[in-house]
């Protein structure tokens, strides 16, 4: 099984930036994909961005060119660097990661970004 614990967020001003981790403890060596969720209040978890096993990654419509997925294999930690803040940003961030040795999806417990003025 894996761990997620996610930090790095907080209150920050409008087109500002954070940087979230996502630190990965546990049967790591199984895991062939992360990626990064969000969901804002009242409304639907969505998609921001995902890393996988082969480098490649993906990224949000509404986040590319602002945010960037990368991850530092020898830490086993996942970012996602987020530039050019907009208040609709505000969301719970979650991160995941998928074990293709156990077939589980395994997710963090979520950190609050709030932009605001």
């Known amino acids: 099984q894996v761990q997620l614990v996610e930090s790095g967020g907080g209150l920050v001003q409008p087109g500002g930036f954070l940087r979230l981790a996502c630190a990965a403890s546990?049967?790591?060596?199984?895991?062939?994909?992360m990626g990064w969720y969000r969901q804002a209040p009242g409304k639907q978890r969505e998609f921001v961005a995902s890393?996988?096993?082969?480098?490649?990654?993906n990224h949000a419509d509404s986040v590319k060119g602002r945010f960037t997925i990368s991850r530092d294999n020898a830490r086993n930690t996942m970012f996602l660097q987020m530039n050019s803040l907009k208040p609709e940003d505000t969301a719970v961030y979650s991160c995941?990661?998928?074990?293709?040795?156990?077939?589980?999806?395994?997710w963090g417990q979520g950190t609050q970004v709030t932009v605001s003025s």
């Open positions: 995941y990661a998928d074990s293709v040795t156990s077939g589980f999806r395994s």
């Open positions: 890393w996988n096993r082969d480098g490649s990654t």
């Open positions: 546990g049967s790591i060596f199984g895991i062939n994909g």
